[in-house]
């Protein structure tokens, strides 16, 4: 499906924990840069899987080069928060000439870090600064767990909306000062112009990346599930979520399915056999309900997926989709 896309520049895998997302994305990264492509594989994952799917520690470090083409940021979102979080701090005791912040004003600034908006905000702000620098071909991301990806995309929209109205409210007020300021032969003051360039900057900057999020033709959302009933059920509401903010699922990738010709195979546990005959419904299933959306199939391998050699594996299986819908019907047992 990939290399139909000649437009695509963001990939970005969703779904419930723990099925593949991390393991789809550094895979995916990785074909990429095999092909010649300048890839970002991006995570915020607290649990720094990146660092442990590439076997290097990359926690917090910046943009990595991994192999030729393949860089990998893994960011700290909690350290950003409190980087941030410290440099409200000064600017509060620079402006008010205070050594101490009041007990009532560091009680505010806690419960702001608890809020959950606070860190997503911060792994936002970092996905929008690396897209908007343009510096790679490509920009995969590596979504936390489903409902916290959901939301992320959510609010660009609601995040520029507001700053609209912030830039709108000020535009006026400013504009009046102006009125007022030139009427008793003053200048505005520089540094509400200033203040007005830098929300105009920042709102130009969200709003670009969530109509490059928003266009199918460039960004594709990608599903990751496996074939249980839960998963499946997940994946039809994130699709129908994602219709709500007039985004497009663009593709599924059914994961971890153990391979079916084992059940042929005399020396295959029955352990092993009953697995595969507990997947067969689902796989029936998934197929009924996402037949257009079916990217890939991704076999259960034999141990975790870790380092370039286990990730090419699944990077192929990504990047080629072999399967066809007949093949996968007859996995399902039709
Ligand atoms: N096809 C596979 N065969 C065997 N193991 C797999 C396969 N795909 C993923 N795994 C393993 O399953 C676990 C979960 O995978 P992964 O970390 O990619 O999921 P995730 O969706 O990123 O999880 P989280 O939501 O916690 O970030 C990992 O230990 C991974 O190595
Ligand atoms: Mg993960």
Not at 172 to 187: F, M, N, P
Not at 251 to 270: C, E, K, S
């Amino acid at each position: 499906m990939f290399d139909k896309m000649p437009d695509l520049r963001i990939v970005i895998f969703a779904g419930k924990g723990g099925l593949g997302k991390t393991t789809s994305s550094a895979s995916l990264s990785y074909k990429l840069s095999t092909l010649g492509k300048r890839v970002l594989c991006f995570s915020t994952d607290p649990q720094a899987s990146l660092s442990d799917i590439f076997e290097r520690n990359l926690f917090g470090k910046g943009e990595i080069e991994i192999t030729r083409n393949l860089y990998v940021l893994e960011i700290d979102a909690d350290k950003k928060i409190h980087e941030y979080v410290e440099s409200i701090r000064r600017k509060i005791k620079d402006m008010y000439k205070i050594d101490e912040i009041p007990r009532e004003v560091e009680d505010y600034i806690e419960s702001a870090v608890a809020e959950p908006a606070m860190y997503e905000s911060a792994v936002y702000d970092a996905m929008v600064d690396v897209v908007a620098e343009g510096r790679y071909d490509y920009y995969i991301f590596d979504m936390p767990p489903f409902g916290h990806g959901i939301r992320m995309v959510a609010m660009a929209d609601i995040l520029s909306r507001w700053i609209d109205k912030i830039f709108e409210a000020r535009r006026e007020a400013l504009e009046l000062e102006a009125a007022a300021a030139r009427l008793k032969g003053e200048k505005l003051l520089e540094y509400e112009d200033q203040m007005m360039k830098e929300l105009e900057y920042v709102r130009d900057r969200i709003l670009s990346f969530s109509r490059l999020i928003s266009d199918d033709k460039r960004t594709a959302f990608i599903m990751v599930l496996i074939p249980e009933r839960m998963a499946i059920l997940d994946t039809e509401k994130a699709i129908e979520m994602f219709k709500e903010l007039g985004l497009r699922m663009r593709g599924v990738v059914i994961n971890q399915v153990y391979p079916p010709w084992l059940l042929d195979d005399p020396r295959a546990p029955d352990y092993l056999k009953k697995r595969i005959v507990t997947q067969k419904p689902y796989i029936r299933e998934i197929v009924e309900r996402f037949r257009d959306l079916i990217v890939a199939v991704i076999p259960m391998q034999s141990r975790e997926p870790k380092g370039l050699e286990a990730i090419k594996f699944i990077g192929d299986e990504l990047w080629n989709s072999s399967i066809d819908i007949s093949v996968l019907e007859a996995l399902g047992g039709r």
